[in-house]
């Protein structure tokens, strides 16, 4: 398994792995699978402020993981928002936890303080992942998203990626990581 960064050719694949979690779950609180051109757009966005990364193997994507602007706010920007989706036939082999493991170090490393994640509940397999990458609980928003015919609860969870003492000045743009990750 090889983990890089995201391609505008890997729009297709990942979104192939990201419609079934639309369709069919409620781990994701979109109702309809944007177009290909649309969600194109999205990768772009995000992958020009933060790290969004694959997990490939013999030429085809795995899963992916990103980070994104949690809130609007100025007090905000030292923190990230994170998720990963795998695709179902490689479940519990790792690879979101090597792909969440690569994002938060280059979260770190680009001088983000916290990254936080939200999981629709229930979701047994998520909340373990989380708490064993060192997540810690933050809350539980009750009926706060509502899809098939039903609300959902979501439960936020972050981890610390600077000591307490960490006076943030600036945050690394994603040229500067590139260069630094890629030598």
């Avoid at 983990?3 to 069919?24: G, M, S, T």
């Avoid at 999981?119 to 509502?146: C, E, W």
């Avoid at 990626?161 to 630094?180: G, H, R």
Wanted: hydrophobic residues 40%; without cysteine; proline residues 4%.
């Amino acid at each position: 398994m090889t983990i890089r960064f995201v391609e505008p050719k890997d729009a297709v694949q990942i979104l192939d792995i990201y419609q079934p979690f639309i369709l069919r779950t409620s781990v994701s609180f979109e109702t309809e699978v944007p177009s290909l051109e649309a969600f194109q757009n999205r990768i772009e966005n995000y992958a020009e402020k933060a790290p969004w990364l694959v997990a490939e193997e013999n030429n085809t994507i795995i899963g992916y993981a990103y980070a994104t602007v949690h809130r609007s706010r100025q007090a905000y920007q030292w923190n990230q928002e994170v998720t990963a989706y795998t695709h179902p036939e490689h479940l519990r082999k790792g690879v979101a936890k090597a792909l969440y493991l690569k994002l938060l170090s280059y979260l770190k490393k680009m001088g983000y303080a916290k990254a936080i994640a939200i999981i629709t509940l229930p979701n047994d397999p998520s909340l373990k992942f989380h708490q064993a990458l060192g997540f810690q609980l933050i809350g539980i928003m009750k009926n706060v998203g509502y899809k098939f015919n039903q609300w959902h609860d979501t439960s936020w969870w972050d981890i610390q990626l600077q000591n307490s003492a960490y006076q943030p000045t600036s945050i690394w743009t994603m040229d500067q990581l590139k260069a630094v990750v890629n030598g």
